[in-house]
């Protein structure tokens, strides 16, 4: 019995002698922790960093509205049904060719790594992301909220400058090959305009009827072919001088920046200096126990 009791005095006296030479050596723990704060934000000074950096885009119906112009309500000449006025020979049709700007240009170049190289390595001097983009296989992402894209850089305050450019330089390129591809469209369709127009004054020459009924029909098609050609004239006009920018602001929000895993760097910053601080302060105090029980 003797023999535990001693035992159990032992580690009272270890236990109260630790919690002493805790309190009598506090100034060691922040002598270990000062150092180690001052090195932790020294280094995250160091550390490379990358943010989301996130904008959002007008509704497609509206950036599709700043690329189209109006169309006339007599757009469409429909001939078919018409074979006693023997006009067979004429090519336009009741045909519609839908393209949406947005969807089928806009966005995905937007979203190519392809033209983001281009662009970064334009302004390679300027912001030095070439090697950054193509090392980490950079592109425009599409985020859950609708309209919402980010692109992912390393942190810099010229970020919102950069993708601000690059959104303008796809807009530019964009609206380039836009405007190439409906201009052939549209001179193809005036071709065939001017071609059926022809059609139906040979057709009104080489018809001697007096049918009076006839002659209106042949004048309401030619006022609607008359109509498409003046609109068609209009709309070339229009697209080979449609500007580039628009002069509209297609981001409905400012770019935002989100530091990515962020929170990992807190804890790198700040506790984890605390954490070791603890470690390296009772080591510290165990090996003064150690010393003092050899000397006793």
């Known amino acids: 019995m003797t023999d535990l009791n001693h035992i159990s005095y032992n580690k009272e006296i270890s236990f109260i002698e630790l919690l002493i030479n805790l309190w009598n050596f506090k100034k060691v723990f922040f002598y270990i922790l000062v150092p180690l704060i001052i090195l932790s934000f020294f280094f995250d000074t160091f550390i490379p960093k990358k943010s989301k950096n996130i904008f959002r885009l007008q509704h497609p119906f509206k950036i599709n509205l700043d690329v189209y112009p109006a ?10 049904n018409l074979g006693s ?4 020979n004429i090519n336009i049709r009741d045909q519609k060719i839908s393209i949406d700007f947005y969807s089928s240009y806009f966005k995905p170049r937007l979203m190519s790594k392809k033209f983001l190289i281009e662009f970064a390595e334009m302004n390679n001097d300027k912001y030095n992301l070439v090697e950054y983009i193509n090392k980490n296989n950079v592109s425009v992402l599409r985020e859950r909220e609708r309209f919402k894209f980010s692109l992912i850089l390393p942190d810099h305050e010229s970020n919102s400058e950069f993708v601000m450019e690059y959104l303008n330089y796809v807009k530019e390129i964009t609206i380039n090959s836009f405007r ?3 201009l052939r469209h549209l001179d193809k369709e005036l071709k065939t ?4 127009m022809d059609r139906v004054y ?3 020459e080489n018809k001697n009827d007096s049918n009076n009924i006839f002659k209106e029909n042949i004048n309401i098609i030619m006022t609607l072919y008359d109509s498409r050609k003046i609109q068609l004239e209009q709309n070339i006009t229009f ?5 580039s920018d628009l002069g509209q602001d297609w981001i409905l929000d400012d770019t935002t920046k989100i530091i990515l895993n962020e929170k990992f760097y807190k804890v790198i910053k700040y506790l984890l200096p605390v ?9 510290y105090v ?3 126990l150690a010393k003092q029980d050899k000397k006793h």
């Open 275 to 283: 954490i070791l601080s603890l470690i390296f302060y009772l080591f």
């Open 180 to 182: 190439l591809d409906v």
């Open 193 to 196: 305009i001017l071609y059926d």
């Open 239 to 243: 697209f080979i001088n449609l500007k």
């Open 202 to 204: 040979q057709i009104l």
């Open 286 to 288: 165990f090996i003064k």
């Open 85 to 88: 006025m023997n006009i067979q």
């Open 71 to 80: 169309e006339s309500t007599l757009s469409s000449v429909v001939l078919y």
